[in-house]
């Protein structure tokens, strides 16, 4: 980020880049890492599907969701005199927590069981897609997508089918690729050499599957990689550990892949960034978020959730915006969003995640560090 800063315009401007002119570059490349990150998080998650467990992920990323995209609106129209459609767009834009720059505060290996890191990832790997059906509504109310007569087309199309074809997609596409690698070693004693390519062929095939049929395919990768790593545990022993030992292999390429695009895109986002942006509104929807509404949705969402105050107050304060957001908001400005509007939302999304960035990496290592150290005192 020092470095973006220092070579755009804070710094010497040899390497500024215009965030409304590149926007279809920016668009593709912070999607390859979305969709790169939602794939491995689905891998680390080898909680069963049904387990108890997922409810706090779940209740995050679809109450707290919800909640936090009606928060950031309202704060967007009265405070910051957005119109409606342009103050759910930006609610929509900044409430999914990322999935990329969040990996530190995610599960640490596919055994951990730590409720904690748990709930973040699968936070992390459902709200990418859960966070859509609020862009379109933005979108929509905003005159630049169809959303029907009391908003039917938009329940319809882009709440209920795109939500559960995504996910039903992944799941069958994960399973049917795991149930082959499982076929090939366990009747035919053959295994295949390039485990890695197999992984981005799906994240491939799902994802681009998922947004031929309409639905999303941020949701379908994640299901994919989770379903991937299901196969895997219902495996026999033989198989299991065999397998287990080529998802290692696979998880640990992908969080190559992903740790080099987050640097990219980051160093991008420093590039971007103009003394203009750091205005008052931008600090304080900031503030307004990470202070204020986070809390409130981790609190709300979590009602009747086993889990402790330590663990609630740090879902509360972990909730990173990076190049989730930076695709959203790409995405908007690529389906029509006017100018002014555009370069206002332009101005308060990037502040926040220059914001995010600085405050949650600076405070994410002697957090977690602590967090551990109490962990270990308990038992």
Request: proline fraction near 4%; glycine fraction near 12%; include cysteine.
């Amino acid at each position: 980020l020092a470095l973006g800063l220092i070579l755009g315009p804070f710094g010497f401007e040899v390497a500024s880049l215009d965030p409304m002119g590149a926007a279809p570059f920016l668009e593709r490349i912070s999607e390859l890492a979305v969709i790169i990150s939602l794939f491995t998080a689905g891998l680390k998650l080898r909680v069963r599907i049904g387990d108890p467990q997922w409810k706090l992920a779940v209740r995050l990323a679809f109450v707290s969701m919800a909640v936090t995209v009606g928060l950031i609106a309202l704060f967007g129209f009265y405070a910051l005199s957005l119109p409606l459609g342009a103050a759910v767009l930006l609610g929509a834009v900044l409430a999914p927590t990322d999935p990329v720059l969040a990996s530190d505060v995610q599960m640490a290996h596919p055994g951990d069981r730590d409720r904690l890191r748990l709930g973040l990832t699968g936070e992390a790997g459902l709200n990418d897609g859960t966070a859509f059906p609020f862009v379109m509504l933005g979108l929509g109310l905003l005159g630049l997508h169809e959303i029907g007569p009391w908003g039917w087309r938009w329940f319809a199309v882009d709440v209920v089918w795109a939500i559960a074809g995504g996910l039903g997609i992944g799941l069958v596409c994960g399973h049917a690729v795991g149930k082959l690698l499982v076929l090939l070693r366990d009747r035919h004693e053959e295994t295949v050499a390039r485990d890695e390519f197999i992984s981005l062929g799906l994240i491939a095939f799902s994802y681009g599957a998922a947004i031929l049929l309409k639905s999303y395919g941020f949701l379908a990768v994640f299901a994919a990689g989770l379903a991937l790593r299901h196969v895997e545990l219902r495996a026999n022993e033989r198989i299991r550990e065999q397998t287990g030992e080529k998802m290692r292999t696979v998880l640990h390429t992908n969080e190559q892949f992903e740790r080099m695009l987050e640097v990219a895109l980051v160093l991008l986002l420093g590039a971007m960034l103009s003394p203009s942006y750091a205005d008052t509104a931008s600090i304080a929807l900031a503030g307004v978020l990470f202070l204020i509404v986070r809390p409130v949705a981790v609190w709300i969402g979590t009602r009747g959730v086993e889990a402790t105050g330590e663990e609630k107050t740090l879902l509360a304060w972990f909730g990173i915006r990076g190049i989730g957001s930076l695709y959203y908001l790409m995405y908007a400005l690529e389906h029509g969003v006017p100018g002014d509007i555009g370069r206002t939302l332009v101005s308060l999304v990037l502040c926040v995640m220059t914001i995010s960035i600085l405050v949650h990496g600076v405070s994410v290592t002697p957090i977690m560090n602590y967090y551990e150290r109490r962990k270990k005192t308990a038992k």
